[in-house]
């Protein structure tokens, strides 16, 4: 699991550093200081949720948080 930093108002990383800090994350979070995320994977909404099978096909793209979908698409995209 990777976490996508975006849209950021003020110093990217900063922030990015800060929202992981507050939530206490413990996997990585990247920064995506030139928001190139938003259109290459269709964000709209943050969060977004994707999950990309081990062939680099998207599986699951769900805008808000639904963790039983996202769950049953990580499954899936083990098999």
Do not use: C
């Amino acid at each position: 699991m990777v976490g996508v930093a975006i849209w950021s108002q003020g110093d990217p990383f900063n922030v990015a550093k800060e929202f992981v800090q507050k939530h206490k994350l413990t996997y990585f979070v990247l920064v995506d200081a030139e928001d190139k995320t938003p259109e290459l994977y269709e964000v709209e909404g943050v969060p977004t949720n994707v999950v990309i099978d081990k062939e680099g096909k998207i599986r699951y793209l769900q805008a808000g948080f639904d963790p039983e979908g996202m769950k049953r698409a990580i499954e899936e995209s083990l098999k």
